[in-house]
């Protein structure tokens, strides 16, 4: 099984449907655009928050084991897919790598 890298490539903020639908919220999403986790396998990484690992822990698992070419052909690299988490109101966009490193 490998590690896989996760990076946040790019994060939305939909002002006006916060205004319209959501409770005000508190630390809503601390990640930054660059920041990178580490996946051991099909560990979530510390510091990647739950709903994200949620919408992408089945591409990681696929990615970890050696998988990949999702959707027959949708990325460019076959051992990488593109997800965003599934936060509605400030969703953000992850491109997951598989690597060369073995998992602990």
């Not at 590690?3 to 919220?25: F, G, H, Q, S």
């Not at 999403?29 to 992408?56: D, H, R, Y």
């Not at 990615?63 to 897919?81: P, Q, R, V």
Request: with cysteine; charged share 25%.
């Amino acid at each position: 099984m490998k590690k896989c890298r996760i990076t946040v490539m790019k994060k939305a903020l939909y002002k006006d449907l916060i205004a319209k639908y959501e409770n005000p919220k508190e630390h809503a999403c601390t990640l930054e655009e660059g920041q990178v986790f580490i996946a051991n396998g099909w560990k979530a990484p510390n510091g990647l928050c739950t709903s994200a690992w949620e919408s992408m822990s089945p591409f990681v698992m696929t990615l970890a084991h050696g998988g990949g070419d999702f959707y027959d052909g949708w990325m460019k690299n076959k051992t990488s897919a593109m997800v965003s988490c599934n936060d509605g109101f400030r969703p953000v966009s992850f491109l997951i790598e598989a690597l060369d490193e073995e998992a602990d």
